[in-house]
C-alpha cells in the first residue's frame, strides 16, 4: 500500500524540484529557439555560399554551446529526483512513466551528443552539407528529447494507455501509442516548443539591438534580427493558435485548473472570459471551453459539489463522493492482497470488482480535506494572464521589428533597440508563467485524479532533502551567473 507521509518533507520535496525545475527551464527554450536560428542562418550560407551568413551561424552557435552545456546538467539532476524524493510516484507508475524518459536518454540524448561534437569542431573538417545536417540533427535532437519529456508530464496531466494491476499494485502501460500521441501530449508539445522558439527569437534580437545601440556588428545584428523576427512571429502565432486548442483540452479533462485559471468559483452557461478586473468578453469562455457560446462551464464550487452534465454526458460526483468511492478502492485492494494470501478466491473475486468499480477515483481516498482540491486561484489568475497578455505582445512586437525592418528603419530608432533588449526578460517571464499554469494548476495531483502529492513522496527526513534544496539553489545559482558572465564575454567579443 502506499504511504501517506503528511510532514514537511512533502513541502521541501516539491520546492527542491520546483528549484531544479525552474533553473532548468531558463536554459531549455534558448536551446530549442538558438537551435532553429543558426540552423536556418546555416542554410543561408549553404545555398548562397556567402562566407557572412557562416560567421553569423558560427557566433550564435557559440552561445547556443554555452547554453547548451549547463542546460544538461541541470536537467539530469532533475531527473534523478524521481527516484530520491518520489519513490512512491515512481513504483506506481514507473512502467509508464520510465518509458518515455528512457526512450528520451537513449534516443534523443545520443543523438545530440553525437552531432554537436561535429556542429562546433566539423568545420572545415567534412562537408558544408554534413555539417548542415549535423547543426540540424543537433536541434532536432533537443526536439525529440523535448517531445519524450513533454509525453512523461503529459501523461500526468492526462493518464491514458494504463490498467492497474491489483496483484502488484502497480499501474502498467498497455497502449504505447495512446500515452506517446495522446492529444494533450501532442499539444503540449507544439505549444511548449514553439513558445521556446520565442525565447530564442527574442534573445537574438536583443542581443542584435544592444549591438545597434553600441553602433557594433551592424551588418551582422541587421541579418540576425529578421532572420529571429520571422522565427519568432511565426512560432508566436501558432502558439496562440495551440494555446486555444490545449485550454479547450484543459476544459475537458482538468475542468477545476480552467475554473482557477478564470478565478470562476460559480459557473453556469453563457460565460464571460475576463480579461482583468471588470473588463469581460461575453460568452468568450463558454466558447472557449466548449466550442458553443451558450455552453456550460463549471466554477470552482461546482466542481465540488458535483451534479452537474460533463462533456461524456455523465453527471459529475461530489468531491465528498469522489473520496468515498477512492476510500473504497483502497480498502478493496488491501481485501483483495489479503484474499490472495490466504487462498480466499471468492473474497478476491469480490474485491477486485470493487477496485475496478472505484479505481478512477483512487487519489482521491489519500484526500483528508476537500479544500486541498483547489489550486491557488491568485497565483493561477494571474499567471495565465501573463502568459497570454505577454502572448499577444510578442505578435505585435516581432510584427512591428520586421515591418521596420522591411522599411530599412530599424537601425535608426533607438527606443526599439531598447525595447528589444526588455523583451528577453519578458520571454523567459512568459515561458515560466506557462508552466506555473500547467503546473500549479494540476495540484494536489502528481497524476491526475489518480495519485496526489502526500502519497507520492518518498519516506525521507525533511532535513536531508533540506539540506540538498540549499546545495542546489547555490549550485544552481552559480551555474546560471556563470553562464550569464560567459555569455556576456562572448557577446562583447562578437563574431569573429
Known amino acids: 500500500m502506499l504511504e501517506t507521509i503528511d510532514t514537511s518533507m512533502i513541502d521541501w520535496a516539491r520546492a527542491q524540484f520546483a528549484?531544479?525545475?525552474?533553473?532548468?527551464?531558463?536554459?531549455?527554450?534558448?536551446?530549442?529557439?538558438?537551435?532553429?536560428?543558426?540552423?536556418?542562418?546555416?542554410?543561408?550560407?549553404?545555398?548562397?555560399?556567402?562566407?557572412f551568413w557562416k560567421r553569423t551561424a558560427k557566433f550564435w552557435?557559440?552561445?547556443?554551446?554555452?547554453?547548451?552545456?549547463?542546460?544538461?546538467?541541470?536537467?539530469?539532476i532533475l531527473e534523478f529526483q524521481f527516484g530520491t524524493n518520489w519513490?512512491?510516484?515512481?513504483?506506481?507508475?514507473?512502467?509508464?512513466?520510465?518509458?518515455p524518459l528512457a526512450i528520451e536518454g537513449i534516443l534523443a540524448f545520443f543523438m545530440e551528443a553525437?552531432?554537436?561534437?561535429?556542429?562546433?569542431f566539423g568545420w572545415n573538417k567534412v562537408s558544408k552539407k554534413f555539417h548542415l545536417a549535423s547543426t540540424w540533427l543537433?536541434?532536432?535532437g533537443a526536439t525529440i528529447s523535448a517531445w519524450w519529456i513533454l509525453v512523461a508530464n503529459s501523461w500526468m496531466q492526462y493518464p491514458v494507455g494504463m490498467e492497474f494491476n491489483p496483484e502488484t499494485m502497480r499501474n502498467e502501460m498497455v497502449d504505447f501509442m495512446a500515452v506517446a500521441f495522446s492529444p494533450v501530449a501532442v499539444m503540449k508539445f507544439l505549444h511548449t516548443v514553439l513558445s521556446s522558439w520565442i525565447v530564442g527569437a527574442a534573445f537574438v534580437v536583443g542581443v542584435s539591438a544592444w549591438y545597434l545601440l553600441r553602433k557594433r556588428e551592424k551588418e551582422l545584428a541587421l541579418a540576425s534580427i529578421r532572420v529571429a523576427a520571422c522565427v519568432g512571429l511565426f512560432a508566436a502565432l501558432v502558439t496562440a493558435a495551440t494555446g486555444d486548442k490545449s485550454a479547450y483540452q484543459v476544459a475537458q479533462v482538468q475542468p477545476m485548473k480552467l475554473a482557477v485559471m478564470e478565478g470562476l468559483y460559480d459557473g453556469g452557461t453563457n460565460q464571460p472570459l475576463t480579461v482583468v478586473g471588470p473588463?469581460?468578453?461575453?460568452?468568450?469562455?463558454?466558447?472557449?471551453?466548449?466550442?458553443?457560446?451558450?455552453?456550460?462551464?463549471?466554477?470552482?464550487?461546482?466542481?465540488?459539489?458535483?451534479?452537474?452534465?460533463?462533456?461524456?454526458?455523465?453527471?459529475?460526483?461530489?468531491?465528498?463522493?469522489?473520496?468515498?468511492?477512492?476510500?473504497?478502492?483502497?480498502?478493496?485492494?488491501?481485501?483483495?492482497?489479503?484474499?490472495?494470501?490466504?487462498?480466499?478466491?471468492?473474497?478476491?473475486?469480490e474485491a477486485l470488482q470493487t477496485i475496478e468499480e472505484n479505481m478512477p477515483y483512487f487519489g482521491y481516498g489519500y484526500i483528508k480535506d476537500t479544500a486541498t482540491l483547489v489550486p491557488h486561484v491568485g497565483t493561477m489568475f494571474w499567471a495565465f494572464r501573463v502568459m497570454v497578455g505577454l502572448g499577444m505582445y510578442f505578435i505585435a512586437f516581432f510584427a512591428l521589428i520586421l515591418f521596420l525592418s522591411y522599411k530599412k528603419r530599424l537601425g535608426e530608432i533607438n527606443w526599439l533597440h531598447y525595447v528589444a533588449l526588455w523583451t528577453i526578460p519578458l520571454a523567459y517571464i512568459a515561458s515560466h508563467a506557462g508552466w506555473i499554469v500547467a503546473e500549479v494548476?494540476?495540484?494536489?495531483?502528481?497524476?491526475?485524479?489518480?495519485?496526489p502529492v502526500n502519497a507520492a513522496v518518498s519516506k525521507l527526513e525533511a532535513g536531508?532533502?533540506?539540506?540538498?534544496?540549499?546545495?542546489?539553489?547555490?549550485?544552481?545559482?552559480?551555474?546560471?551567473?556563470?553562464?550569464?558572465?560567459?555569455?556576456v564575454k562572448a557577446i562583447k567579443k562578437g563574431a569573429e
Open 61 to 76: 552557435m557559440k552561445l547556443f554551446g554555452i547554453n547548451f552545456a549547463i542546460g544538461v546538467a541541470t536537467g539530469l
Open 87 to 99: 519513490s512512491n510516484y515512481s513504483w506506481f507508475v514507473g512502467d509508464i512513466f520510465g518509458a
Open 464 to 487: 536531508s532533502v533540506q539540506t540538498t534544496f540549499f546545495i542546489f539553489l547555490v549550485m544552481f545559482t552559480l551555474l546560471l551567473i556563470a553562464e550569464i558572465g560567459i555569455m
Open 114 to 120: 553525437t552531432f554537436v561534437a561535429v556542429m562546433f
Open 19 to 51: 528549484l531544479t525545475a525552474i533553473y532548468h527551464w531558463l536554459f531549455v527554450p534558448l536551446t530549442l529557439g538558438l537551435a532553429v536560428v543558426m540552423g536556418i542562418m546555416e542554410t543561408l550560407y549553404v545555398t548562397t555560399g556567402n562566407e
Open 138 to 140: 543537433t536541434g532536432l
Open 279 to 349: 473588463i469581460k468578453i461575453p460568452q468568450m469562455l463558454s466558447f472557449l471551453a466548449t466550442r458553443e457560446a451558450s455552453g456550460y462551464v463549471p466554477g470552482i464550487n461546482n466542481i465540488l459539489n458535483g451534479g452537474y452534465e460533463q462533456p461524456d454526458g455523465s453527471v459529475a460526483l461530489s468531491a465528498e463522493e469522489k473520496i468515498v468511492r477512492g476510500k473504497k478502492a483502497i480498502s478493496a485492494l488491501a481485501d483483495f492482497r489479503s484474499a490472495k494470501q490466504s487462498g480466499d478466491e471468492a473474497a478476491a473475486a
Open 441 to 451: 494548476g494540476r495540484q494536489p495531483w502528481t497524476i491526475q485524479d489518480m495519485l
